[in-house]
């Protein structure tokens, strides 16, 4: 493997909502359109160049050069203000994305409909139209469950329905998968690799490198609260801004490895 490429960490950016008015439960993790834009202004200014997530995993794994100065930029969920907001400040600057879409929350799921969507979701016209224009749709799950709390069964019908709705949308292979919640547990990875994947995201708030493991590449969170003196903190490299979500990651997981040994299997969604 090449070995600049070993040395190299790159920032995978996590976005959710971008919106002036977010509904309460998405706000937390929405930005505002005007923030978004001066962060997009400041990777093109600053030299960036922006990668879809597969590209990313694929160069990562088969040892393939990068572009100087990579960042991937991901919006999870599928909010409807990505096709309305969020893209066309992209595409005027230029920079792809990739889209991780929770297909039982599509706005017109109809009979798929699936667990309990958080705002306004993208339509399936809409996924259609963005894959076509060249946004890299990955999945989210069916319901977006907590996928380290289904049984055997509903993990893989999770991981394998969201899957096949998204390649009959857009036509083309969805070889990415973003983890609810983005935790994941070995038998979570060794599902989603069973189910077709070829990579997918997690949340640990460092930057991937070629050394990890490709079913947990790590994103970094852009919050509303990240200020421009934040974003351009976290795209030198500044740890200070995760030390404290790292803290409660950890946490969380213990939390979470506890509750599935109390109760083996809770299926949710
Ligand atoms: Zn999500």
């Not at 088969?62 to 203000?81: M, R």
């Not at 990505?82 to 920079?95: K, N, T």
Request: charged share 20%; proline share 6%.
């Amino acid at each position: 493997m090449n070995e600049g490429i070993m040395n190299e960490s790159i920032p995978v950016l996590m976005y959710h909502s971008v919106s002036e008015n977010p509904t309460a439960a998405t706000r937390r993790l929405s930005v505002d359109p005007g923030a978004l834009d001066r962060q997009v202004t400041f990777l093109a200014q600053n030299g960036y160049t922006g990668l879809t997530f597969s590209h990313l995993a694929d160069a990562l794994v088969n040892g393939k050069p990068l572009p100087e100065k990579p960042v991937v930029l991901t919006f999870d969920d599928g909010y409807a203000d990505f096709a309305q907001v969020a893209w066309p400040i992209l595409r005027s600057h230029d920079f792809p994305a990739t889209v991780f879409v929770t297909s039982g929350w599509i706005d017109d799921a109809g009979s798929h409909a699936a667990g309990h969507p958080l705002g306004p979701m993208l339509n399936w016209a809409q996924v259609r139209e963005l894959a076509a224009a060249g946004v890299e749709i990955g999945a989210h799950s069916h319901s977006h469950a907590q996928l380290d709390q289904c049984a055997d069964a509903a993990l893989c019908e999770e991981l394998r329905i969201g899957r096949i709705l998204l390649e009959d949308c857009v036509g083309t292979p969805v070889r990415s998968l973003a983890y609810p919640f983005g935790y994941s547990t070995p038998r979570v990875r060794v599902a989603a690799r069973a189910a077709g994947y070829r990579c997918a995201a997690s949340v640990r708030n460092i930057r991937a490198t070629a050394s990890g493991d490709p079913f947990m590449i790590p994103r970094l969170t852009i919050r509303r609260s990240t200020d421009d003196n934040d974003f351009a903190s976290i795209m030198s490299g500044d740890k200070r801004f995760y030390l404290r979500d790292r803290v409660l990651t950890a946490g969380y997981a213990t939390v979470r490895g506890a509750r599935r040994a109390g109760k083996r299997v809770v299926q949710h969604g």
